[in-house]
């Protein structure tokens, strides 16, 4: 069939202009060796006149001089290769068979026996379902059609193979982004990722200087948080004498913070000559983030007789209230050992909210860590003791340099990290990086 389209062409472009006698043994070989892409350029480049005849009136006369098998041009029914594993497409049949099932148990008079309360579930599960479901099905129906082309292949008709390869190209092209929207729907999501966050940053290993980049850092989330339109409320800041921060935490509110923040948990490293160095000598210091997302009072339950309260005289700056009135208050949670400490607001029930929230913050992350820890034994802490050794990004200023040592990325333009404008490129990497890991796992 290739063979007398070619046929076709060289007689049409002979009618237009005078080709040679010799044949172009380039152009047969590459006819033989099934190039398309040359042939098509040979064949243009002659049409358009842009180049001298490619001595194709002989391989039109005597294309009988050639052996061109219509089976050796004829395109090959690639075999299909699933990338879904057998065990995840046990786990796609269950999830067919159950979507079934409720709704048949929501329809018709199934649906009145039910309580609100177990209506609303199922009707919540059947919505977490049906793209999952929705995508298998249309995934079964494409690989009927080429299981139905890979009989057409064999076939004794010569136009009927040439059509199911044409056809099978487009359709394996649907299957793969089929199967690809799939695997993100079966990937484990984090119930957590909506949430908002409860940010701190402690000062590590390097003293004043550690101070002035844990600093550098709550500053950096600010201003990122801003720009992402979040609310970004402090919480606590406990100062050093150069004007650094020992420990910051915030409040972070918005649609998916937690989500797109939780990979800056860990020790950053800094390498910068310190304010405070009169030799010019390069600094290693270290600061550790925490990203815990933050807990409604239905994730975690408080009882108040498992708090001690207690409220002192706040300490440090603050003219006439320092010291004057017990607006400070200190929570410790008995069953866990957590304590919360905050005295930034001149209010004692102020103080006593934010410490709250903190509190369920903390018992709420370290439930889930120790959840994680129960199915994997490789999970790591967030925080880390805050050593420089336990980095996850190292910030270079004297070479103008970012690097998140878990993916190996590195950014330049110091600046721009700290403005928080070059922030969403680590994050994009590492959600890009996890997801991949994820889609590892369900393969």
Not at 63 to 68: V, W
Not at 86 to 110: F, N
Not at 119 to 145: D, F, H, I, P, W
């Amino acid at each position: 069939m290739i063979a007398r389209t070619l046929q076709r062409t060289l007689s049409g472009l002979s009618r237009r202009r005078s080709l040679p006698d010799q044949p172009n043994f380039s152009l047969v070989s590459a006819i033989l060796h099934e190039d398309w892409q040359h042939i098509r350029l040979e064949l243009l480049q002659f049409s358009s006149g842009r180049a001298q005849a490619p001595n194709l009136a002989c391989l039109h006369e005597q294309t009988q001089c050639f052996s061109f098998s219509a089976v050796r041009f004829q395109p090959q029914i690639r075999a299909y290769q699933s990338l879904i594993s057998p065990a995840a497409r046990q786990r796609l049949e269950k999830a067919s068979h159950r979507h079934d099932e409720l709704c048949q148990q929501l329809s018709g008079e199934a649906a009145g026996s039910l309580g609100q309360q177990e209506l609303t579930a199922l009707n919540v599960e059947l919505g977490e379902s049906t793209a999952l479901v929705e995508a298998y099905r249309a995934l079964c129906s494409l690989q009927a059609e080429l299981q139905d082309l890979q009989s057409l292949a064999t076939g004794p008709d010569e136009d009927l193979r040439q059509l199911a390869a044409e056809e099978q190209h487009g359709l394996l092209n649907q299957a793969q982004q089929a199967e690809e929207e799939i695997l993100g729907l079966l990937i484990p999501r984090d119930s957590a990722d909506e949430k908002g966050v409860i940010l701190e940053v402690r000062a590590g290993t390097g003293g004043e200087e550690a101070a002035l980049f844990a600093s550098d850092l709550f500053n950096m989330y600010q201003r990122f948080a801003e720009q992402q339109r979040w609310k970004f409320e402090v919480l606590e800041q406990a100062g050093s004498d150069t004007g650094g921060f020992k420990l910051a935490s915030a409040s972070i509110a918005g649609t998916g913070v937690y989500g797109r923040l939780k990979f800056e948990s860990g020790v950053h490293r800094v390498q910068r000559v310190p304010a405070t160095e009169s030799a010019g000598r390069v600094h290693t210091s270290a600061a550790s983030v925490a990203v815990m997302p933050q807990a409604d009072e239905v994730d975690v339950t408080v009882r108040d007789e498992d708090l001690r309260i207690d409220t002192y005289r706040a300490g440090g700056a603050g003219g006439q209230h320092v010291n004057t009135t017990n607006s400070a208050v200190r929570i410790t949670h008995l069953p866990t050992g957590v304590v919360v400490a905050i005295q930034d607001e001149r209010s004692q029930h102020r103080n006593k909210d934010k410490a709250m929230k903190v509190l369920r913050a903390r018992i709420y992350e370290a439930e889930r860590q120790r959840q994680q820890v129960a199915l994997s034994s490789q999970r790591q802490g967030l925080i880390g003791s805050g050593d420089r050794s336990e980095r996850i990004r190292t910030y270079n200023f004297p070479q103008g340099r970012v690097t998140d040592h878990r993916i190996g990325l590195t950014e330049h333009g110091m600046q721009a990290m700290l403005d928080g404008s070059s922030l969403h490129s680590f994050i994009e990497a590492l959600q890009q990086h996890h997801k991949q890991e994820l889609l590892a796992g369900v393969k």
